[in-house]
């Protein structure tokens, strides 16, 4: 019996699905020319940054971070600040932020190691709540209620922004793949069965967690840097519980612990989102609702479905996961 | 140079002594059981041995190497490696892949020089273990038995120079527990240390070459499985004592 060796088994592992909605938003890019689509796919693109960041931690560990705000509005504050105040170069700003994210992540990480369940998800709740409310006490840089408007763009053309989100998005994408696929994805997947076991495996497990909050961190940051020089503006909506919570429940409906899972649910749910404006009036009730329904429905998210999980070929068109016979 | 010795030690939750002053120490080559009835500190011993708990006094030398406030993930790296009473399978994934787990800590690094020898020796302890052909299967689709057999080989796969096992024979059936003794006997017969808890006596004294008998967290005997089975504290503790007769007037 061959194992295959680490690059081989992460080209084999890729998920067709997952490949094929990267391609297919890169298509649409380049032939659609209505600038509310490309609005909307932008979006969802940084969206579905958000959402795969999110579970590398808690799809791999099962302990529900509630705090990715703090990530995303953190980074997206500090990356405003230093591009308007200091008038950093968005190209340095953003990767600058994300760093700070990812090295809060170790930090939030290695105070939160002993807590389990809901005091994780309510520890991580209240570190962002700290940044919300920071945002309004220090209102003289970072703008209060409105928030710092006015950063740098990335080009000036929609369509050229929506493939720099798209690019990055593809890169978080294929990181977050090679991370979970390697060993460390592997232990985390330990961790979550059994942390005992795991450390009786002589495994330090404090060190992987931590590292996994770090990686989840630095994606999310760069997600929200993204996000604030895209939409030119960084208002407290994106420190607040609301983004969150909406992150989650996109992650979750698409499958966590699956990588392409939260990416097909970001994707389609915001498209969803966007395109329920038509409706104004009734679009937060609508998609709230549509949220609901498919929490209510399918808890285990839709990649993490029975049915596609046993079939042989449904497993390995949307997971990559090929079944040894 | 024994691989494990343990003196005096001593650890209180709370009020309650779990253990008071426990002394024993582990040959090299020996199979020793650990025996007591329930709630005796028997698993509480294990803990503070593995690293899993903190103990007040007393202390643990592997190979005359101090481990008093030593990480669980330290203490396998020293070479000391425990199984699981409730098992702790890692559901979710499969055989294989919960195999390599244990193979990517410190010590096992340092064993393998390649991959390719690392699969092998992987795939040589699981048919060892007699699982050879559920090397693909998930976890979740094990029975009991094999929960168990995988649990022994993900301690293997550590390198352990010393074994503990935590009550294997419990919720298994008879075929199952021969299984398991042959697998320990031959684990035994090359060489390694292996510290068992157990509450089927029968299968253990066959298996076994000094027993160490706990009750009330303190130890009540030690000796030859031949020697335990007539001791009289031994009996007390399991049997409890004859009531003396009250003379009916």
Known sequence: MNLPGKLESFTRNQSPFGLLVLVAMAVFGLVSDNLFYIEVIKVAAIYAI???????????????????????????YLSGILNSIFSFSLYLAIPLSALAAGISGIFIGYLTLRLKGPYFAMATLAFASILFKLSFIFYEITGGEEGIS????????????FFVAWGVMVAVYFTLMLYAQSKHGMI????RADEDATQSAGINTAYYKTEAFAISGFMAGIGGGVFAHSQMHIGPTMLSGHISTIIILLAIIGGMGTIVG???????????????????????????????????LIPEGLLNLKFIKKSKMLSFLFLGDRKPT | ???????????????????????FSVLPGEILGIIGPNGAGKTTLFNCISGFLSFDSGSVALFEHNIEGYKPYQ???????????????????????????????????????????????????????????????????????????????????????????????????????????????????????????????????????????????????????????????????????????????
């Open chain 2, 75 to 249: 203490i396998v790296n020293l070479g000391l490696t425990r199984t699981w009473q409730l098992l702790k399978p890692f559901f979710g994934m499969r055989v294989m892949e919960a195999i390599m787990v244990p193979s990517f800590c410190r010590r096992a690094r340092a064993k393998h020089h390649s991959k390719k020898e690392k699969q092998e020796k992987l795939i040589e302890i699981l048919e060892d273990m007699g699982l050879g052909e559920k090397i693909w299967q998930e976890v979740d689709n094990l029975n009991q038995g094999e929960l168990r057999l995988l649990d022994i080989a993900r301690a293997l796969v550590t390198f352990p120079k010393i074994l503990l096992l935590d009550e294997p024979f419990s919720g298994l059936s008879h075929k199952e527990i021969k299984n398991i003794s042959n697998v320990v006997r031959n684990l035994n017969t090359q060489g390694l240390p292996v510290v068992i808890i157990e509450h089927r006596l029968r299968e253990l004294m066959r298996l076994v070459q000094k027993v160490v008998v706990i009750n009330f967290g303190q130890k009540i005997a030690e000796g030859t499985p031949e020697l335990i089975v007539r001791d009289a504290n031994v009996i007390k503790a399991y049997l409890g004592e004859r009531r003396p007769k009250i003379a009916l007037a």
């Open chain 2, 1 to 23: 140079m024994k691989p494990l010795e343990v003196v005096n030690l001593s650890k209180n939750f709370g009020g309650l002594e779990a253990l008071g002053r426990i002394s």
């Open chain 1, 262 to 296: 939260p990416l097909l649910g970001a994707i389609c749910l915001t498209i969803i989102n966007e395109y329920l404006r038509v409706v104004e009036e009734y679009r937060i009730v609508l998609y709230t609702g549509i949220l609901i329904l498919l929490i209510y």
């Open chain 1, 188 to 191: 985390l997947k330990a961790i």
């Open chain 1, 150 to 161: 006015g950063l740098d763009v990335f080009t000036d053309d929609p369509t050229k922004d």
């Open chain 1, 50 to 76: 958000f959402a795969m960041s999110w579970d590398i931690l808690t799809g791999y560990t099962h302990e529900v971070n509630f705090g990715c705000a703090f990530f995303i509005g953190g980074a997206g």
